[in-house]
């Protein structure tokens, strides 16, 4: 049980390095809040982050919890605390149709076979797409490929959801539907993004710089910060500044 004093994600001193390369390091972020933006350039290890906070990679060094739960260690207990949506459905998709695909996590966190069954059901029913259950998701669009994955997440009922650009390669209505879906859950959002407007109105805003936390506010001032220096690099004609 995580104790009063801790915070729903707590991350201490995390340090995460592959193929001899340092990614992440000295990262601390301790929120509550319910709605969390995180910034950065490319290549300043935001995926590397999202997928530490929702423990699919251990780290080197320092401690990830998420409602008191080592996520890396604790992969069962883990699916009931974080999901996460990536920004290409395929890298998510495994199953060939909606209904195994959305089956998948219920059946990793040891529901019986009748209670898959429900949960599958019941997040279908939830968005109106109960008649995509036997469909063949290499048919689907890119956005209602995003949408499995968000409804193969969200039956989990996890505490937190990280975003990481999920809306990349989406068209405006869509972007704007599943937009008003997410903004309307009841959890805690992580939303990795490049772009400063989808994050202002949020609690708090993260600006991940080279695999460090350079910035940690209020959106407005560290918004403010990280769009003056993303156009200074992007005036300057040096690419060897490129992250990566
Ligand atoms: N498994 C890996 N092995 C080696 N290098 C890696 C690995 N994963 C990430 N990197 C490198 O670490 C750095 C951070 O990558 P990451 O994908 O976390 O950045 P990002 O901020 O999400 O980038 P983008 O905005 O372009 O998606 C990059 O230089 C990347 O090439």
Not at 64 to 75: K, L, M, P, S, T
Request: glycine share 8%; aromatic share 4%; proline share 5%.
């Amino acid at each position: 049980m995580p104790s009063v004093t801790s915070p729903l994600i707590d991350l201490h001193d995390v340090a995460y390095a592959a193929e001899g390369k340092q990614i992440l390091s000295g990262v601390t972020i301790r929120a509550d809040e319910r709605r969390i933006g995180i910034v950065g350039r490319n290549g300043s290890g935001k995926t590397s982050l999202a997928r530490v906070m929702a423990g699919l990679i251990p780290t080197d060094q320092g401690r990830v919890r998420i409602d008191g739960v080592e996520v890396a260690q604790d992969r069962r207990a883990a699916l009931r605390r974080v999901g996460i949506l990536f920004q290409n459905p395929d890298h998510q998709i495994i199953f060939p149709t909606v209904e195994e695909e959305i089956a998948f996590g219920l059946t990793q966190m040891g529901l019986s076979k009748s209670d898959v069954k429900r949960g599958v059901h019941n997040v279908l029913r939830r968005f109106d797409k109960l008649h995509w259950a036997p469909a063949a998701i290499h048919q689907l669009s890119q956005g209602q490929r995003q949408l499995v994955c968000l409804m193969s997440v969200l039956c989990m009922v996890p505490k937190v959801i990280i975003l990481d650009e999920p809306f990349a390669g989406l068209d405006i209505p869509t972007t704007r539907q599943l937009e008003r879906v997410l903004a309307s859950l009841d959890l805690t959002i992580v939303h990795i993004t490049h772009a400063p407007d989808a994050v202002r109105a949020y609690d708090r805003v993260l600006w991940i710089d080279q695999g460090r936390v350079l910035q940690d506010g209020a959106p407005l001032p560290v918004l403010a910060a990280f769009s003056r220096r993303m156009m200074e690099i992007g005036d300057s004609d040096d690419l060897s500044d490129l992250a990566g």
